[in-house]
């Protein structure tokens, strides 16, 4: 065995490590990001789900998601945030605002008209 296999090896690792990182690490939660104004926006693409299907805000500022529903299957046409009372129709291929502010802690779900699609609203 010569000087260089250990470094190919190291080397052959890392790369590894780098390629499982890139393709299993993205990220799983989605933070709002604070606006001007104070409320903390979130951009939501529905096609067959919600992406980012979590999102994190914090307790006790307006926020506000603006969903663009990419599609115009029927599943996705109303979004359902029960814990504000929020029945929201989203027309396809244009962005829809809903706002609420979130004041308790917990994580909260949010999903299509009919259950289907999910996703969840992580209040810090
Ligand atoms: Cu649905």
């Not at 260089?4 to 990182?21: D, R």
């Not at 504000?84 to 129709?89: K, R, S, T």
Request: charged share 20%.
């Amino acid at each position: 065995m010569d000087a260089v296999a250990p470094i190919v090896t190291v080397a052959g690792i890392a790369l590894i490590a780098a390629v499982n990182l890139y393709f299993f690490a993205r990220p799983r939660a989605v933070a709002a990001a604070a606006e001007t104004g104070g409320a903390q926006e979130v951009r939501v693409r529905v096609r067959g789900g919600y992406d980012p299907a979590t999102i994190e805000v914090e307790a006790g500022r307006p926020v506000r998601l603006l969903f663009l529903r990419e599609e115009t299957a029927g599943c996705s046409d109303t979004v359902l945030l029960p814990e504000w009372g929020i029945a929201q129709q989203l027309p396809a291929h244009v962005e829809t605002a809903v706002t609420f502010t979130p004041a308790r802690p917990g994580t909260y779900e949010f999903t299509c008209g009919m259950h289907m699609l999910r996703g969840s609203i992580v209040v810090k």
